[in-house]
């Protein structure tokens, strides 16, 4: 380990080989020193051995992009869930409120049962219905005990370049197949993992850390991109505009059936609204969200060239 530098910040990130872990690399790096960290650096697995990891680097941001979301397998690993996803984001801010650090967590919108007709706003009543989602709230629970700085950023609907996702599903299935059956009672946002990554090096640079750290507005907000769209439309969308870049499909985009979500059961209950509104997020930090199709665009830009 190499001393901090005076002056210059240190954040560290977990799960620096996920979606948005990987981004996060990219858009904190002009901010200061970045201690990237896989699985192999700081297991979330193993949340007491955390506590050694931060005291060694002393960070003056955490950024927790580590997370179990292996949805319907979480079914039947309540434990391994709940000690990623719950335990170690607890420990990771009685760190952070020790050392003074700002710490910056990602959660879902698993939270919610998706019963509401509307977007959700972030003081609407939680209610999960999958392991997945009670550890996460649990996590946020965690969080806010531990008493410290920390902003939870919920969102939905993640892809990026990097790593496993919807939309590269998709790719990989309309050029196998040349017939696709999709949701198309499940209603949110697609939201890139570069956004979700954009946000949070904004968010950091402008109000901690050239900010006034005391009067930081620290809680939960949402985050997710603009407009809305079901798993059908989405699909339709992703290989409808692969299509145009030249990708060579076996389905034609147009013929994908849209079924219900009873159609295609799940060991885990998914939210039948997903959408979040990011109201409380853009007013509160001067950002725009784009509409989700700007950044499918961008991702199919960087999937397909």
């Known amino acids: 380990m190499q001393p901090n530098s005076p002056g210059v910040p240190t954040l560290l990130v977990t799960g620096s080989n996920g979606q948005v872990g990987f981004e996060l690399r990219r858009s904190l790096a002009p901010l200061g020193r970045v201690i990237a960290l896989d699985r192999a650096g700081c297991d979330l697995s193993r949340p007491d051995a955390l506590r050694g990891v931060l005291r060694e680097w002393r960070p003056d941001v955490i950024v927790n992009a580590a997370a179990y979301t292996a949805v319907d397998k979480a079914e039947g690993d309540v434990d391994a869930a709940f000690a990623i996803n719950a335990a170690a984001p607890g420990v990771l801010a009685e760190e952070a409120r020790a050392a003074g650090s700002l710490l910056v967590h990602y959660s879902t919108d698993y939270v919610f049962d998706g019963c509401k007709q509307g977007?959700?706003?972030e003081t609407d009543a939680v209610n999960p219905r999958s392991v997945y989602g009670q550890s996460k709230l649990a996590g946020e629970q965690a969080i806010e005990a531990a008493g410290g700085t920390?902003?939870?950023?919920?969102?939905?609907?993640?892809?990026?370049?990097?790593?496993g996702n919807f939309a590269k599903t998709m790719l990989k299935l309309g050029r196998e197949r040349d017939t696709l059956r999709v949701i198309a009672d499940q209603f949110g946002a697609p939201t890139t993992a570069s956004l979700i990554a954009d946000v949070t090096a904004q968010i950091v640079s402008r109000h901690w850390l050239h900010g006034r750290r005391e009067s930081f507005p620290a809680g939960v907000y949402h985050l997710a991109a603009g407009g809305e769209t079901t798993w059908h439309g989405y699909a339709t969308?992703?290989?409808?505009?692969?299509?145009?870049?030249?990708?060579?499909?076996?389905?034609?985009?147009?013929?994908?059936e849209a079924i219900p979500t009873s159609a295609y059961p799940l060991p885990a209950p998914r939210p039948a609204n997903s959408r979040l509104?990011?109201?409380?997020?853009?007013?509160?930090?001067?950002?725009?969200?784009?509409d989700w199709r700007e950044g499918m665009h961008l991702l199919l830009d960087q999937i397909l060239s």
């Open 237 to 256: 969308e992703v290989l409808k505009n692969a299509a145009a870049r030249g990708a060579e499909l076996k389905i034609d985009p147009a013929s994908i």
């Open 150 to 163: 920390a902003l939870v950023l919920r969102t939905c609907w993640v892809a990026g370049a990097h790593g």
């Open 119 to 121: 977007p959700y706003v």
């Open 277 to 290: 509104d990011t109201r409380k997020l853009r007013e509160t930090f001067g950002i725009y969200l784009p």
